[in-house]
């Protein structure tokens, strides 16, 4: 008479260490590939407005003065906070496309002067497309 063991002949066994090894690789592939779409990295207070919100193109050119009156355009700083360099810059972003609309946002605490500056840098430019970003006002959030 023969006991039988513990394993049959017949048996299988399914190895995951490749399939484990194929996912975290197809993992970190789409992780380092994936895009992410950030909208303002620098934060600003945006001043308020009664205005409601206008409908967003994907093809506005943002332009962003902080508090301390640093300039960004599409969040790439302009280093150094003079009109012909903001020109180069917003030259060097935009390309020859001056239908384009160009979306201002000016920290509610920045220096008027600084706002004037990158808004006389657009008239010399040539946009004629220029909005100014800002929040809902407490008395029009409460209605």
Do not use: C, W
């Amino acid at each position: 008479m023969r006991i039988a063991s513990g394993r049959r002949e017949d048996d299988f066994e399914i190895n995951v260490i490749p399939l484990i090894d194929v996912m975290l690789t197809l993992l970190m592939f789409f992780v380092m590939s994936t895009t992410f779409v950030q909208h303002s990295s620098m934060k600003v207070t945006l001043p308020e407005a009664s205005a409601t919100e206008q409908s967003r193109e994907e093809q506005n050119l943002v332009i962003l003065v902080d508090v301390d009156g640093r300039y960004f355009i599409d969040n790439n700083e302009v280093l150094n906070p003079g009109i012909e360099t903001l020109k180069e810059a917003i030259l060097r972003i935009a390309g020859d496309d001056r239908g384009r609309a160009v979306i201002l946002r000016a920290d509610a605490k920045a220096q008027h002067q600084a706002v004037i500056t990158a808004m006389d840098a657009l008239g010399q430019l040539g946009f004629d497309r220029l909005s100014l970003a800002t929040t809902p006002s407490k008395a029009e959030s409460a209605k």
